[in-house]
């Protein structure tokens, strides 16, 4: 089972919020399409476990993907950040990230 919540569709950075209640793993999943960074401010209504988040954030050219001849035109990058109740996260311009987190 696992709950959700996100923002409305209006915004160049989209974001969504999901809690897996089996293994207590929150994932926040961001989405900016703009051509800038957007820093984006999570307060969690839930206890944080660890204090040791860690994510992946998408890095690709606007408009590349991975194909049979070039398997690695999208890659990802793992970054780790302090997680507590209010997480900070910078989302790259005109790309994906996915942060988690162990909470309660």
Do not use: C, D, R
């Not at 050219?61 to 996260?89: D, Q, R, W």
């Amino acid at each position: 089972m696992s709950q959700m919540f996100g923002n409305n569709a209006q915004s160049t950075v989209q974001w969504s919020v999901t809690k897996n209640t089996a293994s207590s793993l929150i994932y926040i999943k961001v989405i900016n399409t703009a051509t800038v960074s957007n820093t984006v401010v999570f307060t969690l209504p839930f206890t944080i476990f660890s204090t040791a988040g860690t994510g992946t954030v998408l890095t690709v050219l606007s408009g590349t993907m991975n194909t049979s001849m070039n398997l690695n035109a999208a890659v990802h990058k793992v970054i780790t950040f302090t997680a507590e109740k209010t997480i900070t996260h910078v989302a790259p311009a005109l790309l994906a990230s996915v942060l988690i987190v162990n909470a309660h």
